[in-house]
Nanobody
C-alpha cells in the first residue's frame, strides 16, 4: 500500500522560506509522478507543482519562480522548496502520488490516487 507522509510545515513571516518533505513508500512499480497540492480554508484543493517520471516539472502560475519541486533518485522522497512566501500561500499542503494505469499526468486531483494527510503552512504579514 502506497503511503505518503508530509513534514516541514510551520509558520513563517511573509518573504520567508520553508521546505516541505514527503516520504514515499509502498510503490510496487517504478514509473510514477508525484505532486504537491494545497487547500486554503474555504477554498478547493489546487495543484501547486508536479514532477513526472522523467523529472519534468509543472507549476501553478501563482508559484512559478518562487517554489521548486524536486525528488531524490529513488523517488522515495519528494520536496517543495518555497521562497518569497506570501500570506496567500497559507494552506494545508498535500503530497500526492500517481496511481496505476499510466498515461499523461497533469496537475489535477483526478490524476492522483494516493494522498498524504497534509502539513500546515501559515504565512503572516
Amino acid at each position: 500500500q502506497v503511503q505518503l507522509v508530509e513534514s516541514g510545515g510551520g509558520s513563517v513571516q511573509a518573504g520567508g522560506s520553508l521546505t516541505l518533505s514527503c516520504a514515499v513508500s509502498g510503490y510496487t512499480y517504478t514509473f510514477y509522478s508525484l505532486a504537491w497540492f494545497r487547500q486554503a480554508p474555504g477554498k478547493e484543493r489546487e495543484g501547486v507543482a508536479l514532477i513526472d517520471n522523467d523529472g519534468v516539472t509543472t507549476y501553478a502560475d501563482s508559484v512559478k519562480g518562487r517554489f521548486t519541486i524536486s525528488r531524490d533518485n529513488s523517488k522515495t522522497s519528494l520536496y517543495l522548496e518555497m521562497n518569497s512566501l506570501k500570506p496567500e500561500d497559507t494552506a494545508m499542503y498535500y503530497c500526492a502520488g500517481e496511481g496505476p494505469g499510466g498515461g499523461q499526468v497533469q496537475l489535477e486531483e483526478v490524476d492522483f490516487a494516493y494522498w498524504g494527510q497534509g502539513t500546515q503552512v501559515t504565512v503572516s504579514t
